[in-house]
């Protein structure tokens, strides 16, 4: 099992230029969740998934949007980048109680 | 809603020392508690978790942690340490009740510097 899998690993943008940071997972999990992490701030909440079809606002939405594209697959949107989204983003999948996280992208916005 | 706080940013120790994380929360209802480890440039992984019952929980790598109900805290411990133990140590709450979709709130992290 690859667990959680996330592409890019790295990626560089421009200011106003859009990118989606895409997720899989294969252990046939419900939730799906995406974070990002900046330093000093511990890992805040952007979007989850409760199961296919459904997705809800976390702590830090604005800026993003995200598509449960089936049971494996959850992408991640920026539209207009700002320095602002410059971060590590990590998905994550939820067992029966504990979130199995991905490697994570860095995102560099200039 | 919850709330964690790590005490402690950073904590230097020597190798074979013990060492104290401290994690302590808010909740107005039963939550679950979770400590998780981060290695340089690598994802979140899961070291242990409290769900019910004992207070003491042992996880991976001879870590354990003791959930204190009265407290709110959930303290992490380790007897001795390694070099290999430098790392990031997230502490992170859920509710435990249905319909919560058991999201995850993290504190800030306590940055673990093991010296020779």
């Known amino acids: 099992n690859a667990g959680v899998t996330q592409t890019p690993k790295f990626q560089v943008l421009k200011t106003g230029q859009s990118m989606t940071l895409q997720c899989a997972q294969d252990m046939n999990h419900n939730s799906m969740y995406w974070y990002r992490q900046d330093p000093g701030m511990g890992l805040r909440l952007i979007y989850y998934?409760?199961?296919?079809?459904?997705?809800d606002k976390g702590e830090v939405p604005n800026g993003y949007n995200v598509s449960r594209l089936n049971k494996r697959e959850f992408s991640l949107r920026l539209e207009s980048a700002a320095p602002s989204q410059t971060s590590v983003y990590f998905c994550?999948?939820?067992?029966?109680?504990?979130?199995?996280f991905g490697p994570g992208t860095r995102l560099t916005v200039t | 809603a919850q709330s964690v706080t790590q005490l402690d940013s950073q904590v230097p120790v020597f190798e074979e020392a013990p060492v104290e994380l401290r994690c302590n929360y808010s909740?107005?209802?039963?939550?679950?508690l979770f400590w998780y480890v981060q290695y340089p440039n690598q994802g979140l992984q899961l070291l242990l978790k409290y769900l019910s019952g004992s207070t003491l929980v042992k996880g991976i790598n001879g870590f354990e942690a003791e959930f204190n109900k009265s407290q709110t805290s959930f303290h992490l411990r380790k007897p001795s340490v390694h070099i290999s133990d430098t790392a990031e140590y997230f502490c992170?709450?859920?509710?435990?009740?249905?319909?919560?979709?058991?999201?995850?709130?993290f504190g800030k992290g306590t940055l673990l510097t093991v010296n020779p």
């Open positions: 909740s107005s209802v039963s939550v679950y």
């Open positions: 992170a709450v859920s509710k435990n009740s249905g319909g919560s979709n058991y999201k995850l709130t």
């Open positions: 994550a999948s939820r067992g029966l109680y504990e979130q199995y």
């Open positions: 998934s409760a199961s296919e079809g459904t997705t």
